[in-house]
T-cell receptor
Framework: AQSVTQPDIHITVSEGASLELRCNYS??????LFWYVQSPGQGLQLLLK??????LVQGIKGFEAEFKRSQSSFNLRKPSVHWSDAAEYFCAVLGGSEKLVFGKGTKLTVNP | EAQVTQNPRYLITVTGKKLTVTCSQN?????MSWYRQDPGLGLRQIYYSMNVEVTDKGDVPEGYKVSRKEKRNFPLILESPSPNQTSLYFC?????????????????FGEGSRLTVL
């Protein structure tokens, strides 16, 4: 069965700094990969997804992620973080069936 | 406006008192799912449905029931709630998580239902 690991429970960055959130997945074939964001008190919103093709995918709010098959990773990046990016971020993998498995999340704090 | 609507948003109940959390989507999505979110555990899938009258267990189905009699509705039923079901619940829908180019793969989430069982 597929699984997702987000090694960082909590990350703090300064506003304007670059950001990278790590995600490692486990799945035998090429997975479908997603990043979702959850703002406080809200449901989750899709940031970006990878199905196939170009391994560098662009998403909303200036985020991007790179699929690296050799490392089983799908890390999320943003060159310059804004205070409004403070939220919890979830990586998810879909493999085989229509069952999406989420990581445990990384909480992002942005310092002014 | 495309949306997934859950009710109630907040509920405090007592052990053993049956309750239903409703979920409705207006996007004509075939796929619907329920998740619970607990600190340190992320989102765990309870049940999902790929179409009307088709439901399947997720990772943590014990203590829950669902039904899918209509495409737009996917209620979550707790027949005899217990304190370990205190959680934040999310309903989500999608036109399909994988498949051809017409499938977005995006899950649309409701705003969540915070349930406390005393």
């Amino acid at each position: 069965a597929q699984s997702v690991t987000q090694p960082d429970i909590h990350i703090t960055v300064s506003e304007g700094a670059s950001l990278e959130l790590r995600c490692n997945y486990s799945y035998g074939a090429t997975p479908y990969l997603f990043w979702y964001v959850q703002s406080p008190g809200q449901g989750l919103q899709l940031l970006l997804k990878y199905f196939s093709g170009d391994t560098l995918v662009q998403g909303i709010k200036g985020f991007e992620a790179e699929f690296k098959r050799s490392q089983s990773s799908f890390n999320l990046r943003k060159p310059s973080v804004h205070w409004s990016d403070a939220a919890e971020y979830f990586c998810a993998v879909l493999g085989g069936s229509e069952k999406l498995v989420f990581g445990k999340g990384t909480k992002l704090t942005v310092n002014p | 406006e495309a949306q997934v609507t859950q009710n109630p948003r907040y509920l405090i109940t007592v052990t053993g008192k049956k309750l239903t959390v409703t979920c409705s989507q207006n996007m004509n999505h075939e796929y619907m799912s329920w998740y619970r979110q607990d600190p340190g555990l992320g989102l765990r899938q309870i049940y999902y449905s790929m179409n009307v009258e088709v439901t399947d267990k997720g990772d943590v189905p014990e203590g829950y029931k669902v039904s899918r009699k209509e495409k737009r509705n996917f209620p979550l039923i707790l027949e005899s709630p217990s304190p370990n079901q205190t959680s934040l619940y999310f309903c989500a829908s999608s036109d399909g998580l994988a498949g051809g180019p017409s499938i977005t793969g995006e899950l649309f989430f409701g705003e969540g239902s915070r349930l406390t069982v005393l």
